[in-house]
């Protein structure tokens, strides 16, 4: 898999390359006008995109919304944990986020992280943590940001039950990552949606895929850091 970050309504990739012609047998980059006609193509079917991230041009999974099961295991220990990931269309996104925090209980722990100080390519995070915060004033923050969280293809955000191993992320790609024991509350939220689960369901972050973002997402990365209080 292959992404690749573009800042600055650029059509530049961070890591300074430019289209060229392919070795013989490798598929070639598309030139410039195809590239910027894939990046403003947002609709798949009846799943919509946000401006966050893109599928690469040859199409190696096609977006669309749906569910299904999966399992982390925690490289350090072996600890399996139950996960759900979801793919919900745009218009549909943000309040299934919100929906799905509602299991957490009334006082949550957060994780904010983003990537735009890392080159294209690296994995480094920077992350800010706040413990303790009550979620519906959490709520209110998201809401206040939400054009960061649902636009921006370098910031995630993961909220966690503040006494039991539960989490739901939204994520760079914009997908909805939830860890839990018992995935029934949250299935169902899904499913109460109208998404279907599918456990061949392939996502946008398993092909090559493009991030998209915009150095005034990187500002409001810390002005929300900052309204929240995060250290």
């Known amino acids: 898999m292959v992404t690749m970050r573009f800042l600055d309504d650029s ?6 390359r430019s289209p060229v012609t392919a070795p ?3 598929v070639a980059r598309p030139d410039r006008r195809t590239l910027e ?4 193509r947002r609709r798949y079917g009846r799943f919509t995109l946000t401006e966050a991230v893109r599928p690469s041009w040859q199409l190696e999974v096609v977006p669309q919304a749906g569910y299904r099961f999966d399992t982390y295991t925690d490289a350090r220990t072996g600890t399996r944990l139950p996960a759900i990931i979801a793919a919900v269309s745009s218009e549909h996104l943000f309040e299934t986020f919100l929906a799905l925090l509602e299991p957490l209980g ?3 722990d957060v994780v904010l992280e983003t990537s735009h100080d890392a080159p294209a390519g690296d994995a480094p995070r ?7 915060i009550e979620r519906l004033v959490l709520e209110s923050l998201l809401w206040d940001f939400e054009d960061l969280l649902l636009n921006d293809g370098c910031t995630g955000i993961a909220i966690m039950h503040a006494d039991q191993p539960i989490e ?5 790609h914009k997908l909805l990552v939830v860890y839990a024991a018992d995935r029934g509350p949250f299935e169902r939220i899904l499913a109460d949606r109208g998404l279907v689960r599918n456990d061949r369901l392939r ?22 850091a900052g309204h ?4």
């Open 168 to 172: 739901v992320q939204l994520d760079e």
């Open 203 to 224: 996502f946008i972050s398993q092909g090559e895929h493009l991030h998209t973002s915009h150095t005034r997402f990187a500002r409001l990365f810390d002005e929300m």
């Open 24 to 26: 013989e047998g490798a």
């Open 11 to 16: 059509l530049e990739a961070v890591e300074g």
């Open 106 to 108: 009334d006082v949550c």
């Open 126 to 132: 920077r992350e800010t943590t706040r413990e303790g």
């Open 228 to 231: 929240l209080g995060a250290e």
């Open 37 to 40: 006609a894939h990046l403003a």
